[in-house]
């Protein structure tokens, strides 16, 4: 069975710093997704940025980016330019590229703390 | 708004009782997801619908739980002879099926339905 790690349960960034969250994860399959999602307090999750594993270039979206190290099986997330609307609980998640198969596995999560 | 949208978003009930929450997913996505989000942990998967049938469930979901997307549209979870164990938030996600954008693989989440059961 999969299982992803968030081994930070809480980190702090500077505003205008950069902050880099880790995730790992275990699987014996090949082929797959990985996802940040982030979760604002009382408000619903939403899509960061995503990675497919056949890919090796790494997934950027603005200020996000991804360090994706197929081997070592690590995924982590960096914030460039952190802004106060960055706080948050930031999930990484994977998904089996398998057909009939579409659910996430989520991490217990990082929670980011952004000090003006 | 055309979100997901989940009613109702927060629900306190006795031990024992029944409990039902709906989802209205993204009007054009066949996909459909319930997970359980308790205190301090990440969404765990409970079930998965594609259309109207009910492909996949999770260990989790045990025989108190039923979930159903009689029409695949909208989708109800019950959870029957509600336990002090059953207090979480219960998300909801929808995803495209079909087309590019199914092609993401992006869940869409609902803001959630957060249970106590007193």
Known sequence: ?116 | DTGVSQNPRHKITKRGQNVTFRCDPISEHNRLYWYRQTLGQGPEFLTYFQNEAQLEKSRLLSDRFSAERPKGSFSTLEIQRTEQGDSAMYLCASSPGFGVDSKRNEQFFGPGTRLTVL
Request: charged share 20%; glycine share 4%.
């Open chain 1, 1 to 116: 069975a999969q299982t992803v790690t968030q081994s930070q349960p809480e980190m702090s960034v500077q505003e205008a710093e950069t902050v880099t969250l880790s995730c790992t994860y275990d699987t014996s399959e090949s082929d797959y997704y990985l996802f940040w999602y982030k979760q604002p307090p009382s408000r619903q999750m939403i899509l960061v940025i995503r990675q497919e594993a056949y890919k090796q270039q790494n997934a950027t979206e603005n200020r996000f980016s991804v360090n994706f190290q197929k081997a070592a099986k690590s995924f982590s997330l960096k914030i460039s330019d952190s802004q106060l609307g960055d706080a948050a609980m930031y999930f990484c998640a994977y998904r089996s590229a398998g057909s009939g198969t579409y659910k996430y596995i989520f991490g217990t999560g990082t929670r980011l703390k952004v000090l003006a």
